[in-house]
């Protein structure tokens, strides 16, 4: 069975960092296109970045572009999210999303990231 696991979770200051995982099985790591998404309360889900685990190229929102770094070991089947200049309205949870190179669509439970001083 398909399994996203998110980890890397948890309080931190404005300012600060944080490097976020998904541990990935049941489909094949390497030819899919993996996603990070956020829902902070009371807001709509929304695209964080993605990265096209056969060549590598990434895409980014722009509210995380220059403070995010999605990257793959397709070796361990994991996909990372390293974010710096953490803001109050990073705070969300943080969803790990896969699509595999047969279109099917995978969502992971999902990690929280609070922004707080």
């Known amino acids: 069975q398909v399994k996203l696991v998110e980890s890397g979770g948890s309080l931190v200051q404005p300012g600060g960092s944080l490097r976020l995982s998904c541990a990935a099985s049941?489909?094949?790591?390497?030819?899919?296109?993996m996603s990070w998404y956020r829902q902070g309360s009371g807001k709509k889900r929304e695209f964080v970045a993605a990265?096209?685990?056969?060549?590598?190229?990434?895409n980014y929102a722009e509210a995380m572009r220059g403070r995010a770094t999605i990257s793959s070991d397709n070796a361990k089947n994991t996909v990372y999210l390293e974010m710096n200049t953490l803001k109050p309205e990073d705070a969300a949870v943080y969803y790990c999303?896969?699509?595999?190179?047969?279109?099917?669509?995978?969502w992971g439970q999902g990690t929280q990231v609070t922004v707080s001083s």
């Open positions: 049941g489909f094949t790591f390497s030819s899919a296109t």
């Open positions: 999303y896969a699509q595999d190179d047969y279109g099917a669509e995978y």
């Open positions: 990265i096209f685990t056969p060549t590598g190229a990434t």
